[in-house]
């Protein structure tokens, strides 16, 4: 019998997690530890109708009261032959624990009855090598030589391995300290990507890097170093800053429109041609696949949606496609690190060759809030993505935004249904204002 939404989503909330941690898996094996509480953790999926991935947190008290913050993660299928074969394609996994949910090489755990699968990092079905780049003297061996060239001849005394972000089966992003004597250590970040896109995503990095716009400071990027195929571990340079927050009022954040216009007119015109092919009826169909989810949940989204997808399908038809370019893929202003000085892009592993307009679109409908608090919030994110147009057209004078307003309409439906998952508070109001900036974009004219 297949699990239903409700049950799934009641395992999964932290109280019942943490109940489950201490009743089924913590407790029965090593009864001397405590669980004290579950947090969730960013992560969270959910591929409708099929599976819901949650990340979480576990604080736990060890004996002599000793605190640990193990991370875990839980993969739950709602039917059951998508489960059988999952469990079917990990069975060599789950018959190769040893028993201990806080062992430092990992644990997996099968709930039948719940059609659930839970992980301790760093088990991971898809990353096999993931204990070995998350242990410091594991993955020392490959990050001796990147070290030595970033400062010839300094000697490590010690080396950490940091988590900075996970995405169970999808990536992983490690940030590799290394105490060198100085006061600050020596770094480097290693990403492991799912599907070896770590090879693509370091011949876009090293293609990015040659760019002249990247030797004059026009282009601020990570300097790629190494990509290891057996632990799919890409490396790299580290690139300073801070992400950029959201608040359209700062000047760091108009500042940081006006920079990304010009680094993503630099690409546009790159001769770039690593990614594959992307056209408009990847975003479309991409939506569409999701759409009936919300048929009962959200009709009123649903409708909305349908509507504004229908007029978009209908523009797209009517123009004729612009000439593909390098593109970026993920444009947005949080990809976009700021040091004090200068803003740095990052996560180019989901590079293309696109429409100019792909990139353009996507970064302009990030611009707008989804829950205005006031009126000079929305006036303030026209304002940002005048100064972000203007300056990529700096660069690229030739650009006419023939179907500019397509894809940014693709961007705030795309965003729409992204808090309709969610299910955040709120969602339902940012969902119907998101959908209707898609209309009013749409129908708004290049240049006004």
Same mark, same amino acid.
């Not at 079917?88 to 099968?110: A, E, H, K, M, W």
């Not at 690593?274 to 989204?301: C, M, T, W, Y």
């Not at 829950?371 to 994110?381: C, G, N, R």
């Given at each position: 019998?297949?699990?239903?939404?409700?049950?799934?989503?009641s395992i999964?909330?932290p109280?019942?997690m943490?109940?489950?941690?201490?009743?089924q898996?913590?407790?029965?094996v090593?009864?001397?530890?405590l669980v004290?509480?579950?947090?969730?953790?960013?992560?969270?999926?959910?591929?409708?109708?099929?599976?819901l991935?949650?990340v979480?947190?576990?604080?736990?008290?060890?004996?002599?009261g000793?605190?640990a913050r193990?991370l875990?993660?839980?993969?739950?299928?709602?039917d059951?032959?998508?489960?059988m074969d999952?469990r079917?394609r990990?069975?060599?996994?789950?018959?190769?624990?040893n028993?201990?949910p806080?062992?430092?090489?990992?644990?997996?755990?099968?709930?039948?009855?719940?059609?659930?699968?839970?992980?301790?990092?760093?088990?991971?079905?898809?990353f096999?090598?993931?204990?070995? +780049?998350a242990?410091?003297?594991r993955v020392?061996?490959?990050?001796?030589?990147?070290?030595?060239?970033?400062r010839?001849?300094?000697q490590?005394?010690s080396l950490?391995a940091?988590?900075?972000?996970?995405?169970?089966?999808i990536?992983?992003?490690?940030?590799?300290?290394a105490?060198?004597?100085?006061?600050?250590?020596?770094?480097?970040?290693?990403?492991?990507?799912?599907?070896?896109?770590g090879?693509t995503?370091?011949? +876009?990095m090293?293609?990015?890097?040659?760019?002249?716009?990247?030797?004059?400071?026009?282009?601020?990027?990570?300097?790629?170093?190494?990509?290891?195929?057996?632990e799919?571990?890409?490396i790299?340079?580290?690139?300073?800053g801070?992400?950029?927050k959201?608040?359209?009022?700062s000047d +760091?954040?108009?500042a940081q429109?006006e920079a990304a216009?010009?680094?993503?007119g630099?690409?546009?015109?790159?001769d770039?041609?690593?990614g594959?092919?992307h056209?408009v009826?990847?975003?479309?169909d991409?939506?569409?696949?999701r759409?009936?989810?919300f048929?009962?949940?959200?009709?009123?989204v649903?409708?909305?949606?349908?509507g504004?997808?229908r007029?978009?399908t209908a523009?797209a038809a009517r123009l004729?496609?612009?000439?593909?370019?390098?593109?970026h893929?993920?444009?947005?202003y949080?990809q976009?690190?700021?040091?004090g000085?200068r803003?740095?892009?990052?996560?180019?592993?989901?590079?293309v060759?696109?429409?100019?307009s792909f990139d353009?679109?996507k970064?302009s409908g990030h611009?707008w809030?989804?829950s205005p608090k006031d009126?000079s919030?929305t006036?303030?994110?026209?304002?940002a993505?005048? +100064?972000?147009?203007?300056?990529?057209l700096k660069?690229?004078?030739d650009?006419d935004?023939?179907?500019f307003?397509?894809?940014?309409?693709l961007?705030?439906?795309t965003?729409a249904?992204?808090?309709?998952?969610?299910?955040?508070?709120n969602f339902?109001?940012?969902?119907?204002?998101l959908?209707a900036?898609?209309?009013?974009?749409l129908?708004?004219?290049?240049?006004e």
């Amino acid at each position: 019998m297949s699990v239903s939404y409700s049950t799934i989503k009641s395992i999964s909330e932290p109280e019942a997690m943490a109940a489950l941690l201490a009743e089924q898996v913590i407790g029965p094996v090593l009864p001397s530890v405590l669980v004290r509480k579950v947090r969730t953790k960013q992560g969270r999926r959910f591929e409708a109708p099929r599976v819901l991935w949650n990340v979480y947190e576990v604080e736990v008290e060890m004996p002599g009261g000793i605190e640990a913050r193990p991370l875990l993660w839980t993969k739950a299928y709602f039917d059951d032959n998508d489960c059988m074969d999952y469990r079917r394609r990990i069975d060599r996994l789950l018959t190769s624990q040893n028993g201990n949910p806080l062992d430092p090489g990992g644990y997996v755990r099968y709930f039948e009855d719940l059609n659930l699968f839970l992980f301790f990092f760093p088990t991971d079905p898809i990353f096999p090598r993931l204990a070995k +780049v998350a242990s410091p003297d594991r993955v020392r061996p490959l990050l001796e030589e990147h070290f030595a060239r970033l400062r010839p001849g300094a000697q490590i005394r010690s080396l950490q391995a940091v988590r900075v972000k996970y995405l169970p089966e999808i990536s992983c992003i490690f940030r590799y300290d290394a105490d060198i004597g100085e006061e600050q250590p020596l770094t480097l970040y290693g990403k492991v990507q799912h599907s070896q896109r770590g090879a693509t995503t370091y011949e +876009v990095m090293k293609a990015l890097w040659d760019l002249p716009a990247r030797a004059s400071g026009e282009l601020v990027v990570s300097e790629p170093l190494a990509y290891h195929p057996q632990e799919s571990l890409l490396i790299q340079s580290a690139l300073q800053g801070e992400e950029v927050k959201g608040d359209r009022h700062s000047d +760091v954040f108009m500042a940081q429109c006006e920079a990304a216009g010009r680094m993503i007119g630099h690409i546009h015109s790159a001769d770039i041609t690593v990614g594959q092919p992307h056209d408009v009826n990847v975003e479309i169909d991409r939506i569409e696949r999701r759409l009936d989810e919300f048929k009962l949940s959200a009709p009123r989204v649903y409708m909305l949606l349908r509507g504004l997808l229908r007029q978009i399908t209908a523009k797209a038809a009517r123009l004729a496609p612009e000439a593909p370019v390098p593109s970026h893929g993920d444009y947005k202003y949080n990809q976009f690190l700021y040091d004090g000085s200068r803003f740095g892009m990052i996560d180019v592993e989901y590079f293309v060759q696109a429409e100019p307009s792909f990139d353009l679109g996507k970064y302009s409908g990030h611009l707008w809030p989804a829950s205005p608090k006031d009126w000079s919030d929305t006036a303030q994110a026209k304002e940002a993505r005048r +100064v972000f147009l203007e300056a990529y057209l700096k660069v690229r004078p030739d650009y006419d935004g023939r179907r500019f307003s397509i894809y940014e309409a693709l961007s705030l439906a795309t965003r729409a249904l992204v808090v309709t998952w969610a299910q955040s508070r709120n969602f339902q109001y940012m969902a119907e204002t998101l959908t209707a900036l898609g209309y009013e974009q749409l129908k708004t004219r290049w240049g006004e």
